[in-house]
């Protein structure tokens, strides 16, 4: 099993910088993959980012180039760096670890944690 704990997140003005943390406890394995959901308020919650063992990232078009993603395997945490926030980055932001054994994709999820954006 494994429990996701984040930190950060707040309220910050538009065009300003936020970075969110999630440390892993539990086993890691080279295989699972990292990665930062979001939900904002009355939608559903989408994958924004997402880092594998090796250091592979993805991102959603609408935060490619102003968020970054990373991991330090050693200590099993994940971070998001958000910069140039703008009013529709807020929502809740979930980080989770995605494992596949045997084909089967499972999510294992954080609290959550509100970012909110003012104009």
């Known amino acids: 099993q494994v429990q996701l704990v984040e930190s950060g997140g707040g309220l910050v003005q538009a065009g300003g910088s936020l970075r969110l943390s999630c440390a892993a406890s539990?086993?890691?394995?080279?295989?699972?993959?990292m990665a930062w959901y979001r939900q904002p308020p009355g939608k559903t919650r989408d994958l924004l980012s997402s880092?594998?063992?090796?250091?592979?990232?993805w991102y959603e078009s609408d935060v490619n180039g102003r968020f970054t993603i990373s991991r330090d395997n050693a200590k099993s945490t994940v971070s998001l760096q958000m910069n140039n926030l703008k009013p529709e980055d807020t929502a809740v932001y979930y980080c989770?670890?995605?494992?596949?054994?045997?084909?089967?994709?499972?999510?294992?999820w954080g609290q959550g944690t509100q970012v909110t954006v003012s104009s």
């Open positions: 989770s670890l995605i494992r596949e054994p045997s084909g089967v994709t499972f999510n294992f």
């Open positions: 539990g086993r890691v394995f080279s295989t699972d993959v």
């Open positions: 880092i594998t063992y090796g250091g592979k990232t």
